[in-house]
């Protein structure tokens, strides 16, 4: 268990064995809920993170690599100029 104190604008410091345990770094965000008189904090993920993966099966879909599309693409508009 650890202990934080509330500064005179609100803020807390998250002891150091929390934010280890939680592998939380400085400008990471956090959720803070209340839920039955408790306050829970839920490390938050990065952007970066959650959309790791996201174009994974873009390719396959597309049938195209990222070149091949955007060499498509800027035929179709120089098709309409």
């Known amino acids: 268990m650890s202990i934080a104190k509330i500064s005179s604008k ?3 410091t998250i002891p150091k064995e929390i934010r280890e345990l939680l592998r939380l770094k400085p400008g990471d965000r956090v959720k803070i809920e209340v839920k039955g008189g ?11 993170e959650s959309m790791k993966g996201l174009g994974r099966n873009v390719k396959k879909k597309l ?8 060499h498509e693409l800027r035929e179709e508009d120089a098709e309409e100029l």
């Open 38 to 48: 408790f306050a829970i904090l839920t490390p938050l993920k990065k952007p970066s």
């Open 63 to 70: 049938k195209l690599t990222a070149v091949e599309l955007v």
């Open 10 to 12: 609100g803020q807390i």
